[in-house]
């Protein structure tokens, strides 16, 4: 099994920007997820522009990235294995989680899609303030390699720090990572998508 001695934590950049899209769409190839959103050009600029945005103007969003050491990307910069989406955000500071959806997405079935996740937090968190990891995605070629270990680490000990409590919507094959963080599962019978809840 590889170590994380070649993977290092560190802050993400604008300039990271149009690698996020690129790892995230190899990271979620679920059939559910890319139905949600689907891998066309337009998407992929949409989710790109989404993540400028939240970098530029959402202080409280705070995006952290893995890079492999040892390995470089095609403009020569240490290659992003990994990254997340840490909110730091009062719930009701939050707002809109994603832009207006693009034209070739499922309107209806986005609405649906993140409602029912939006339901399912403030069913199992309430009002209490707690940090919500947004995403965590890890590329094909460095999972279980510690990387997303890294990420999740790094908000349960800010939690940790601060004495808040953290949320995520976790996926069931993902669910074990956080788990082994001390969060605990909160779905309800037939749930998809695992509501998991950090005390």
């Not at 705070?62 to 050491?69: A, C, L, N, S």
């Not at 290659?79 to 209806?108: C, F, N, Q, T, V």
């Not at 094909?140 to 995520?168: E, M, N, T």
Request: hydrophobic share 35%; glycine share 6%; aromatic share 10%.
């Amino acid at each position: 099994m590889s170590t994380t001695s070649t993977l290092k934590l560190e802050t993400l950049t604008i300039e990271d920007n149009s690698a996020l899209t690129d790892l995230w769409f190899a990271a979620f190839s679920d059939p559910i997820l890319r139905r949600v959103f689907p891998n066309t050009p337009g998407v992929r600029k949409w989710l790109e522009n989404a993540n400028a945005h939240d970098l530029l103007n959402k202080s409280f969003q705070r995006y952290i990235k893995v890079v492999d050491t040892e390995s470089q990307d095609a403009e020569g910069r240490p290659r992003i294995a990994a990254y997340a989406k840490w909110d730091l955000s009062m719930p009701e500071e939050r707002g809109r989680r994603y832009p207006p959806w693009h034209e070739e997405m499922p309107g209806e079935l986005c609405e649906a899609f993140f409602m029912k996740e939006e339901a399912n937090r403030k069913r199992v968190m309430g009002d209490t303030r707690h940090f919500y990891l947004d995403t965590v995605a890890t590329h094909p070629d460095y999972q279980r390699r510690g990387a997303g270990s890294l990420l999740v680490k790094w908000g349960c000990d800010l939690a940790d720090a601060q004495g808040v409590q953290a949320y995520v919507d976790a996926s069931k094959d993902g669910a074990p990572l956080y788990a082994k963080f001390g969060f605990v599962d909160h779905s309800l019978p037939g749930e998809d998508i695992a509501s998991m809840a950090r005390r």
